[in-house]
């Protein structure tokens, strides 16, 4: 079992409120990814990091923001939260150097309801 | 096109059976393949790497074939376990990882 950890599991907040979805991993892993997932619908990239103060925004646009300053901490924040950011985020990482280091592990999601 | 394609299912197959799922990516620079499963609003986990020369682990057999660019997961003797989304998996350069968008599978008694 791949060590990531997401939280919080479920949120459920306001339009307008700044929220952040912390992700955290043990395994010393290098490379860090955002996911955006709707129900029944596939992952999207939104924002990935290859290690400390680097990151890089993805293939879908967001309007969120992640920074790097430890290697296990990869959080992404919500300035002003609103209903169109309701949707499941999920947080992966891998140790990115080759062949099996290219294999993604998923924390299990934060699923965020704006109201 | 989408970078990575899947037939989206559902299978519907009887306990026992053996499924393939298809899987056909459009970049030729593409470097790593995977297959993933993902069970309703869980996370998707690593079911196998995909490597040149095909590989088996236990029940389930991948194959690559980059002339056609083309992927697929061969599933025996299927368990009421099995079911769920397959997700085939594609990295191409030092991006990360492109998904398709799944096959669903739903294994009957």
């Known amino acids: 079992e791949a060590d990531i950890y997401q939280t919080p599991r479920y949120l459920v907040i306001g339009t307008g409120k700044k929220i952040t979805l912390e992700c955290s991993q043990t395994m010393g892993h290098d490379k860090m990814y955002w996911y955006q997932q709707d129900p029944g619908m596939e992952l999207h990239l939104i924002h990935y990091?290859?290690?400390?103060?680097?990151?890089e925004k993805g293939d879908l646009s967001s309007e969120s923001t992640v920074s790097r300053i430890r290697t296990e901490h990869f959080p992404l924040t919500l300035e002003s939260a609103r209903p169109s950011h309701t949707s499941q985020y999920l947080c992966?990482?891998?140790?990115?150097?080759?062949?099996?280091?290219?294999?993604?592990?998923f924390g299990p999601g934060t699923r965020l309801t704006v109201t | 096109r989408k970078e990575v394609e899947q037939d989206p299912g559902p299978f519907n197959v009887p306990e026992g059976a053996t499924v393939a799922f298809n899987c056909t990516y459009s970049?030729?620079?593409?470097?790593?393949f995977f297959w993933y499963r993902q069970d309703c609003r869980k996370e998707p986990k690593l079911l196998m790497s995909v490597y040149s020369s095909g590989n088996e682990d236990g029940r389930f057999t991948a194959q690559l074939n980059r002339a056609s660019q083309y992927i697929s997961l061969l599933i025996r003797d299927s368990k009421l376990s099995d079911s769920a989304t397959y997700l085939c998996?594609?990295?191409?350069?030092?991006?990360?990882?492109?998904f398709g968008s799944g096959t669903r599978l739903q294994v009957q008694p």
């Open positions: 992966a990482s891998s140790a990115g150097t080759g062949g099996a280091g290219y294999e993604q592990y």
């Open positions: 970049n030729s620079a593409s470097q790593s």
């Open positions: 998996v594609v990295m191409t350069g030092r991006r990360a990882l492109t």
């Open positions: 990091s290859y290690g400390v103060n680097s990151t």
